[in-house]
């Protein structure tokens, strides 16, 4: 009897052996049938657009050093976000049926907090460059400018031409459009980069730089609230290499339904004219705003 149970024991301890082979390998099978973590499968960001709608909130990267784009002003009595990207902001988040929530960061920080899902998308004057597109995904175009040297009234004889910015002291947002432009245009430049438009004026008007490289349109406002500043007309800057059809929401890759949602508004509010309004509005906004 105890030679049987001896055996029986054996028996079953060989089975029980043979089943958790088995079954080790079976989850081996099936772990080795998951893709990889950077294999093509739908990621987070694709369902981003239900993500926002489910919290009920969109939460936009901007920096508010930027007008007209977005600037800080005091409204009512409170200091406040306003600008045409702020308008458009609202816009997108009321299409969607969501709160508006505002992330202010420094220029240089936008992208890379997009990236990182703390920010669902970036609307802050950033052009759609093709260096840009390989690391997000951007809306259809917003708006489109040029680029201008700023200076002062007492710099502007020294500017004459493109290339007579060859040994001025030239300032540019870190990080911007503008940044990657002159690198390319001008690698062997006298830059000096900061990530404050504010202290690049208050340079510029303190003579601690000759011009500043900007957008147009932001030079406009500089010039409309300063009456020592003035563009350098004479100098020509060429962006064509940028290959960018002009500003437009930023959003993580992969975010096709969020894409869709926001190219409705954005289409929508360039087809009505309402985004010219918006744009308009906003310079003659932040010129009488800089001017006290």
């Known amino acids: 009897m105890k030679t049987r149970k001896k055996l029986s024991q054996i028996i079953l ?46 939460v936009v990267g901007i920096n508010a050093e930027f007008a007209p784009f977005e600037f800080h002003a005091m409204v009512d009595g409170k200091d406040t976000i306003v600008g045409f990207d702020v308008d ?18 420094s220029f240089d920080a936008l992208l890379t907090t997009l990236q990182s899902g703390q920010v669902d998308v970036v609307i802050s004057g950033v052009s759609a460059t093709e260096e840009r597109r390989k690391s997000v995904d951007f809306s259809e175009s917003y708006q489109k400018g040029t680029e201008s040297l700023l200076t002062t009234k007492g710099n502007l004889s020294k500017f004459n031409s493109f290339n007579d910015l060859r040994e001025k002291k030239i300032g540019i947002q870190l990080s911007s459009l503008q940044d990657k432009l002159m690198q390319s245009l001008l690698p062997d430049g006298k830059y000096t980069k900061i990530e404050s438009m504010n202290t690049l004026f208050l340079s510029l008007k303190s003579n601690q730089i ?36 002009g500003t437009a929401v930023a959003m993580r890759k992969g975010s096709a339904s969020l894409q869709t949602q926001i190219n409705s508004t954005v289409k929508r509010l360039k087809e009505s004219g309402k985004m010219q309004s918006y744009i308009d509005a906003a310079c003659i906004f932040a010129g009488a705003n800089q001017k006290k």
Do not use: H, R, W, Y
């Open 88 to 105: 458009l902001a609202k816009d997108i988040a009321k299409d969607m049926g969501v709160e508006l929530e505002l992330k202010e960061l």
């Open 13 to 58: 301890a060989a089975l029980l052996g043979i089943l958790t082979a088995v079954v080790f390998t079976g989850c081996s099978s099936t772990a080795d049938k998951k893709p990889a973590a950077n294999a093509s499968t739908p990621s987070s960001s694709e369902d981003s657009l239900s993500k926002i709608k489910a919290k009920g909130k969109l």
């Open 210 to 245: 000759d011009g500043i490289v900007t957008s147009t349109i932001v030079a406009q406002m500089a010039v409309n609230a300063n009456p020592e500043l003035v563009i350098a007309t004479k100098v020509e800057i060429d962006d064509s290499s940028l290959n960018s059809p």
